[in-house]
């Protein structure tokens, strides 16, 4: 059966203690919650929807592909593309100065994102807490996640940011100057063009097939979701766009006068292993790259 169509799935009927711990799982996560719990979400009603369907399922170590690209978190449909709903991108950048972009959660990132989000919730967690955790453990999870930090430490962006704004003491970890995970920093805040998960014909969406600008699906929610992010920045940012999908979409930014060309750090090359330049285009780019780094901060130090 096709993604997000009526799905059969063989499931072992549930023993007499699971079936009760199920039951717990749904009184602990509601379907609905006061106004201002879910204030600082995106899209209140998507939540809504998919921690009611995440409460009906048992709490798992890792969920399968069935359980998940489900009707109920599918979001939209264009053809061979569907975006499913994963809470990570639910909450706006706020005081952040640094945004980094990358184009769309996979698989991986969904999964751990919805499993995160359900499991804060049947604690207690309210719905910014479990939108927050989802992003801290779903945010470029697996190997570009390592990557990535490895190239933001090499520009030195854990210095510049030290510089502009202390950090939290309780965030030290010893032997460090800050914590162990640079994203975690106040300063910076990580979304992707397409904040939902999109896959084609089951696969990650990776910017091919169609090419982002040339669906005008895709294109369109992109410029939104980036008019959205900057909207709701209280500072104008400087932007990481990671490869040359999501770069698109800064131009087309930068055309319409939404963000300056001295705010974007061109050139950063997508941090996944299946770039095998990566290392030659961010050693390429490395001198480009840290001048606008260090000319931004100085810039925010300055005010």
């Not at 995440?54 to 359980?67: F, V």
């Not at 914590?179 to 084609?200: E, G, I, K, N």
């Not at 750090?265 to 050693?283: D, I, K, M, T």
Request: aromatic fraction near 6%.
């Amino acid at each position: 059966m096709g993604l997000g169509g009526t799905r059969q799935t063989n499931r072992a009927a549930p023993s007499e203690s699971e079936s009760a711990g199920a039951e717990n799982d749904r009184n602990a996560v509601p379907g609905r919650y006061n106004t201002s719990d879910l204030a600082n979400l995106r899209h209140p009603e998507r939540f809504l929807r998919a921690a009611s369907y995440m409460a009906e399922l048992p709490d798992k170590p890792l969920y399968s592909r069935e359980e998940l690209l489900v009707p109920e978190l599918l979001l939209e449909r264009s053809g061979p593309l569907e975006m499913y709903y994963a809470p990570h991108n639910e909450l706006a950048g706020g005081a952040a100065r640094i945004v980094v972009a990358g184009l769309t959660p996979g698989w991986r990132q969904m999964e751990i994102s919805l499993r995160v989000m359900r499991r804060c919730l049947v604690s207690g967690g309210t719905p910014l807490e479990a939108c927050r955790e989802a992003k801290r453990q779903a945010r470029f999870a697996g190997s570009m996640r390592t990557g990535l930090l490895d190239m933001l430490e090499k520009l030195g962006l854990r210095e510049q940011l030290g510089r502009v704004m202390p950090w939290p003491d309780e965030a030290y970890d010893e032997g460090l100057s800050g914590p162990a995970d640079l994203l975690d920093h106040p300063m910076l805040h990580t979304t992707s063009v397409l904040p939902c998960p999109v896959f084609r014909n089951g696969a990650n969406y990776s910017g091919h097939q169609p090419p982002l600008r040339r669906d005008s699906w895709l294109w369109n929610i992109s410029l939104n979701h980036m008019r959205d992010e900057l909207g709701h920045m209280a500072s104008s940012p400087l932007l990481v766009p990671l490869g040359k999908a999501v770069e698109e979409v800064v131009q087309q930014l930068v055309h319409d006068g939404e963000l300056t060309d001295e705010q974007v750090l061109w050139g950063f090359p997508h941090p996944s292993g299946a770039n095998g330049h990566r290392h030659r285009q961010f050693e390429q780019a490395f001198p480009e790259l840290k001048r606008r780094l260090k000319s931004f901060t100085g810039s925010v130090e300055s005010n």
